[in-house]
């Protein structure tokens, strides 16, 4: 078993203020003198900068954000020396160059070390890759394996709760940054309190695999149902259509000069029509003729005799017969009346036979070419036909692409869901299992808070199907500073059952920020509860503190001689008091 310790940090710059370190508690002390203007200020003196120096010897990158950024361009060059186990040597890297670190010759012997080359001088140059695998490797057990698993945690996400940087690191117990997001806090906490942290990356597997079903379609379940619902009904329908067209086209005969026959069909028609019109005509004219010869009849004197006799009058003999001529003349009429109606009605028959056969022979043409036109049809019909098939076909493959797509998306989504559940149970079921290690890193947060505040805070390791939920809870909340008391108590909680760990990093570091606005009696508490842990434990708890936030009568009251811990004090009333032995202008540290 070994840790990783810090002894010593180092600058290639005279100016700057060396610092070492030793187990248990060092305090680096930003002092305000009394030569100090209104307008001097504790920012810019170092005490971050000395958190980022550290940072950057083990790796971090550095952007514009860090302090010593700005120092770029002036070849300025930081070291660590270090101790792990049996091994002390010295980590050195350049902001010249940030892409490769400096090792002296002891650290030969550290994982992962056998192919590096070992200069003349001692000195092994690894890229700065290379040193964070070693480091994750020394302080977390971090394998190759490990590093190449989806989602896995690295030396550089774990390290930043042992090495609080930047005013965004002391917002929550669990997020060491801003920009870390929620499964990047599921797997990191997960490993740390000795949770399954693979559990965290499949949660956020399934999640991945959940945007990809459900984007970017914004619909509801129930919104999905009724569009498949509706969309498998108009498959149907076009199912029916596109085979009654296939049939069509199949069956379709192409009549030569189509046209052509349209327009014999039409004469046919116009003809038969006008012989129709006709035979109605003679039709009415024969019964007319019919009914004048009913109506003609031959003259008769008698008749006529017993009509006057009937009114009292009598026909002289002169008068009898001119009747008589009379009668003889109108009967020769009558007969040629009738004759010439015999004829007429004997013609308009005749001609209504004609007819009668013409239409039958025209029916029958126009039949067969009627035939003709409703068996097949034009090119053109045809090209219509196959056009109407081409369009159902593709509106049909549009709508079978679109079922196929929700009904996958839904069989996703059930995957999905039953996913989660499935590993909510093999995740509760592993908590569980693991309840002797995570429950000492509660048993340790409920120490530390019970001793800062007489009343034991709460932390949550919880599950649910979103993931693990991790939550703290202090009973004084609403005190001054009490959420920050609530990082302490969860970092030092990590660092003292980490030290019980094969590979571990022996070293807790606290900013200023983390003091700021927090009573005086937890100050003190917290600054002796780590004294005393650090020692009995073997670790190094180093705090960055602003010497008007030390509570001077509280630490007299408990017994801690604080004078006795303080490995460096920071000054702002000159320039060579800051830690880099000058302070940048309105920058913040």
């Given at each position: 078993m070994a840790s990783l310790k810090i002894r010593k940090v180092r600058a290639n710059k005279e100016s700057f203020r060396e610092v070492e370190f030793t187990d248990g508690l060092n305090l680096i002390v930003a002092e305000r003198n009394a030569a100090s203007t209104d307008r001097d200020?504790?920012?810019?003196?170092?005490?971050?900068?000395?958190?980022?120096?550290?940072?950057?010897?083990?790796?971090?990158?550095?952007?514009?954000?860090?302090?010593?950024?700005?120092?770029?361009?002036?070849?300025?060059?930081?070291?660590?020396?270090?101790?792990?186990?049996?091994?002390?040597?010295?980590?050195?890297?350049?902001?010249?160059?940030?892409?490769?670190?400096?090792?002296?010759?002891?650290?030969?012997?550290?994982?992962?070390?056998?192919?590096?080359?070992?200069?003349?001088?001692?000195?092994?140059?690894?890229?700065?890759?290379?040193?964070?695998?070693?480091?994750?490797?020394?302080?977390?057990?971090?394998?190759?394996v490990t590093a190449a698993e989806k989602y896995a945690p690295s030396f550089r996400s774990l390290i930043s709760y042992f090495a609080r940087s930047g005013r965004d690191a002391y917002l929550d117990p669990f997020t060491a940054s801003r920009q870390i997001r929620s499964y990047q806090k599921q797997v990191y906490n997960a490993f740390l309190v000795g949770l399954n942290w693979r559990h965290a990356s499949e949660w956020q597997v399934l999640k991945d695999q959940e945007k990809r079903v459900r984007t970017p379609s914004p619909d509801s379940a129930l919104?999905?149902?009724?569009?498949?619902?509706?969309?498998?009904?108009?498959?149907?329908?076009?199912?029916?259509?596109?085979?009654r067209l296939r049939s069509q086209v199949e069956e379709f005969r192409i009549v030569p000069e189509y046209s052509a026959v349209e327009e014999q069909t039409r004469h046919l028609t116009t003809e038969m029509r006008e012989l129709v019109n006709e035979s109605n005509i003679l039709k009415q004219k024969i019964s007319r003729y019919e009914q004048q010869m009913s109506a003609e009849?031959?003259?008769?004197?008698?008749?006529?005799?017993?009509?006057?006799?009937?009114?009292?009058?009598?026909?002289?003999?002169?008068?009898?017969?001119?009747?008589?001529?009379?009668?003889?003349?109108?009967?020769?009429?009558?007969?040629?009346?009738?004759?010439?109606?015999?004829?007429?009605i004997v013609r308009l028959r005749t001609r209504a036979g004609e007819i009668s056969s013409r239409l039958d022979l025209l029916d029958d043409q126009r039949s067969e070419l009627m035939r003709l036109l409703?068996?097949?049809?034009?090119?053109?019909?045809?090209?219509?036909?196959?056009?109407?098939?081409?369009?159902?076909?593709?509106?049909?493959?549009?709508?079978?692409?679109?079922?196929?797509?929700?009904?996958?998306?839904?069989?996703?989504?059930?995957?999905?869901?039953?996913?989660?559940?499935?590993?909510?149970?093999?995740?509760?079921?592993?908590?569980?299992?693991?309840?002797?290690?995570?429950?000492?890193?509660?048993?340790?947060f409920v120490e530390v808070t019970q001793y800062l505040y007489g009343q034991p805070g709460e932390i949550n390791f919880g599950l649910n199907e979103n993931g693990f939920i991790f939550e703290t809870k202090m009973q004084r909340r609403g005190s001054n500073g009490v959420d920050l008391m609530g990082i302490y108590s969860y970092d030092i909680a990590l660092t003292q059952v980490w030290q019980t760990a094969e590979h571990r990093a022996g070293f807790l570091i606290h900013d200023s920020l983390l003091f700021e606005g927090v009573d005086e009696?937890?100050?003190?508490?917290?600054?002796?509860?780590?004294?005393?842990?650090?020692?009995?434990?073997?670790?190094?708890?180093?705090?960055?503190?602003?010497?008007?936030?030390?509570?001077?009568?509280d630490l007299r009251d408990i017994g801690l001689h604080w004078q006795d811990y303080v490995r460096l004090q920071l000054g702002d009333a000159r320039p060579e008091d800051a830690l880099l032995g000058f302070r940048f202008s309105q920058t913040p540290s």
């Open positions: 200020s504790r920012n810019g003196v170092g005490k971050s900068t000395l958190v980022e120096i550290v940072h950057f010897c083990l790796g971090s990158s550095v952007t514009q954000k860090n302090v010593i950024h700005q120092l770029r361009d002036d070849n300025w060059e930081f070291s660590l020396d270090v101790e792990y186990g049996d091994r002390a040597f010295t980590v050195r890297r350049s902001l010249s160059k940030p892409t490769a670190v400096t090792l002296t010759n002891p650290a030969r012997d550290l994982p992962l070390m056998d192919a590096a080359k070992v200069s003349l001088n001692g000195e092994i140059e690894i890229t700065t890759k290379a040193w964070k695998e070693i480091l994750g490797q020394i302080c977390f057990g971090l394998t190759e919104q999905k149902r009724s569009t498949l619902a509706a969309l498998e009904n108009e498959q149907v329908r076009l199912v029916a259509d596109q085979q009849s031959a003259g008769d004197l008698s008749r006529v005799k017993d009509i006057y006799s009937e009114a009292g009058l009598l026909f002289p003999d002169s008068v009898s017969r001119d009747l008589s001529d009379v009668i003889r003349f109108h009967n020769e009429v009558t007969t040629h009346r009738r004759d010439y109606l015999e004829n007429e409703n068996e097949g049809g034009a090119v053109e019909d045809l090209g219509q036909l196959q056009f109407r098939l081409g369009r159902t076909q593709e509106r049909l493959e549009e709508i079978e692409k679109r079922i196929t797509s929700l009904e996958s998306s839904a069989a996703k989504e059930a995957t999905v869901a039953s996913g989660r559940q499935a590993l909510l149970s093999r995740a509760l079921l592993d908590r569980s299992e693991r309840r002797p290690k995570w429950s000492t890193v509660t048993s340790r009696r937890q100050i003190a508490l917290a600054l002796n509860y780590a004294k005393q842990s650090s020692e009995n434990l073997g670790f190094q708890y180093i705090a960055l503190i602003n010497s008007d936030n030390l509570p001077l009568a």
